[in-house]
Structures are given as C-alpha cells and as structure tokens.
C-alpha cells in the first residue's frame, strides 16, 4: 500500500517538514514526554513535534553526559547538538524521570533556543495532584501564550481537543487491524504510523489514516502467519528492534509503549473547561512507569494481551532506564501467570549489540513456535 510509504517517508522527512512550517511564520515546538500536553500548543497555531533521536553512536553528547545516562536521552542531545533541531522555537520537558530532568538543563545550557519550558508532572493521581498539575497546565497555556504573542482561546483549545480525539480514535482502529490472524499492517508499519503521529500536523496525519484504513481490508501483502507477539518497555522511536522480531517469526500485533498504545489509548473527556479535559486526560491516562499507579499499567498490559491474542511477551528495555528496569521483573511475573513465554531485553538505542539481540529474539521465536 502506498499510504503505507508515505508514513515511513513523513518520518524521514521529518526535519524538512518542520522546516516547511517554520519558514511559514508558524512556530514549532519540541517536547519530550507524552505527559506533555500536545493540545496546548497546537491551540496556539504552532506545530508540535516529538524530539527523536538517530540509530547512531552520541559521541557528540557523550562529551557533555555521562555514558551510563538513558540512550534514547543521550541520542536526542546529540541530534540538537548536531544542529538537526535548529528549527525548534522552543523545547518543553517533563519531569518524568531523573534523565530527563537533567537532560533538559543540557538543553537549556548548550542550546540557545527561544523558549524552553519544564512541566512538573505529578507521579500519583490523587485530589492534590490533579489540582497542582492543573496549575502546571495553566503556567505552561501561561507561558506559551507570553512567548508567542499569541492568546490561546477557549474554542482554540475545544478545536484542538478535537482533532487530537479523532487522531486517537484513527489510531485505535488501525491498532484493530493487527486483531486479524496473520494482522493486516505489521508491528513495524503501526509504530511507523504512531510516531508519524508526533511529528505532523495532526489534520493531515488524519487524512493519511482514514486513506490507510479504506485500503488495509484490501491489502495483498500482508504479515505472513507468525507468533502473536506483544512488545513492552521503554520508549521506542527505532523502528529495528521490531524489523528483528518480524523477520525471525514473530508478528508484533500489541504494545504498551509510551510511543505506541499508550500515546493514544484515552481520550479528552468532555469538560467546559477545556484546561481542565486536558488536565484530567494526561494525568489519568495509561500510566507510564514512573508513576504509582503500577498494577493500572500492567492491567493495560494484560489486556492488549488478551484482546490481540498474543501467544508470546518481549519485554525490550534501554539501558539505564530505570523506571522499566525495576517495573519488567514484575511485569514479566503477572504474564507469565497469563501463561505468556516472556523475553527480557535490555537495548542500546544506537543497536551497536543489534547481532546478538537478533540471536536472542531468534532463538525465543524458535522455543515458542515449537510449542506453539
């Protein structure tokens, strides 16, 4: 399917994209964490963009940070060190992870970027932590409006919640198409379209799904047979970790990730005060690993499980990211009373042990298709 190519080139291009926009007069603005609130900053007419990094070694930033810091973290310093982000007007964080913290004073030292903003997300869901990041929202909807000259209105902001329900709603029923026994579009072609998501603006990313989701039911190549494989771990903006899977047995029809299903999954409830919907939406969704509400994840987990018929588990982590590192031990625990076959992985986002993961994976793939 061509739709399918235009999604990988969007990812490709993404630079040139945004450069597009930029040289428009419209701002662009980086962030980091899906604990930022896209919708804010679409509502004040700038584009907002993910921060990825590139499947290479960061010797650039590891002149800055220390070699034992989170690889997906040290790969976007290095893509703005590089000056592949000059185009950004502005770049907001979220404190979602002591990396991350750090990461973004880095940003802020050695990048000299318009505007830079740091979002205090709470780690819990209770009274005072939707108030207090109710507050957060309000400063950052503050400070955006400040930067940009720009009033971000209430109907901006309903318009915006919007487009971005109707993104997710797509992408929950492209997710749909993986139900199918072999699924209709691949693991690596649905994070391909998930992380396409983050970097376009939303409307045209809308029109692509629709056109995918009229032409997928017509498909004549899809996935081969294969076993039923769900992904879990740290963030994943490298599509290769799942071209390995897929190319040595395993057909990756669910996820958990915080750039695959848990990006999308909830949606902006209804409100008449749209900061409060969008409060509400980001504090309550699908709970990453640093936060409490640690059984609610791995329900989720479970659940896309059960729902996608998954045969096996691979939980993939980055090295150095603590937050997953401590949770996979009990993750793999609850699937594997599921009666799931689990993997644990830890990864470097450059692949530099990309031969060895290949044999590891290959070897798993082999143990489940016999007993399969």
């Avoid at 080139?9 to 980091?32: C, F, I, Q, Y």
């Avoid at 950052?140 to 109907?155: D, H, N, P, V, Y």
């Avoid at 709603?169 to 998930?194: H, M």
Wanted: aromatic share 10%; glycine share 4%.
């Amino acid at each position: 399917m061509n739709i399918l190519t235009a999604f990988k080139d969007s990812l490709l291009t993404r630079h040139n994209m945004a450069e597009k926009w930029s040289s428009g007069g419209k701002p662009v603005v980086g962030w980091s964490c899906t604990y930022t609130p896209e919708e804010i900053i679409y509502a004040a007419d700038a584009l907002p963009v993910m921060v990825f990094g590139n499947p290479e070694s960061a010797k650039l930033a590891d002149a800055y940070i220390p070699t034992n810091t989170c690889s997906f973290l040290r790969s976007n310093f290095n893509s703005a060190l590089k000056g592949n982000y000059n185009y950004l007007d502005g770049f907001v964080a979220s404190s979602s992870c002591d990396n991350r913290d750090k990461i973004f004073d880095m940003w802020r030292y050695y990048l000299k970027l318009p505007y830079f903003h740091f979002i205090n997300t709470p780690h819990s869901k209770t009274r005072k932590a939707h108030k207090f990041f109710y507050e957060e929202i309000l400063r950052f909807k503050t400070s955006l409006e400040e930067t940009l000259g720009k009033r971000i209105s209430a109907s901006a902001l309903k318009n915006a919640i919007q487009v971005y329900n109707e993104n997710r709603s797509l992408l929950k029923r492209v997710y749909n198409l993986r139900r199918n026994d072999p699924p209709l579009i691949s693991g690596a072609e649905a994070l391909e379209i998930v992380l396409s998501s983050m970097i376009m603006e939303k409307k045209a990313h809308n029109k692509m799904l629709k056109k995918l989701l009229v032409e997928a039911p017509h498909r004549i190549d899809p996935p081969k047979d294969a076993v039923r494989v769900l992904i879990s771990g740290s963030i994943m903006d490298n599509i290769d970790p799942f071209k390995i899977v897929e190319s040595v047995g395993g057909n990756i029809v669910a996820d958990d990730l915080c750039t695959g299903s848990a990006y999308f999954w909830d949606m902006v409830g209804s409100d008449t005060n749209p900061i409060r919907a969008i409060t509400r939406r980001y504090l309550n969704k699908i709970p990453s690993a640093f936060m409490l509400e640690q059984k609610e994840r791995f329900r989720h987990t479970i659940k896309m499980a059960k729902q996608f018929n998954v045969e096996a588990a691979i939980i993939l982590v980055l090295k150095f990211c603590d937050a997953h590192m401590f949770d996979a031990p009990q993750l793999a625990n609850e699937l594997k009373e599921e009666g799931l076959p689990v993997l644990y992985l830890e990864w470097e986002h450059s692949l530099s042990g990309r031969a060895q993961l290949k044999t590891r994976i290959e070897a798993f793939m082999e143990m489940v298709g016999e007993v399969k």
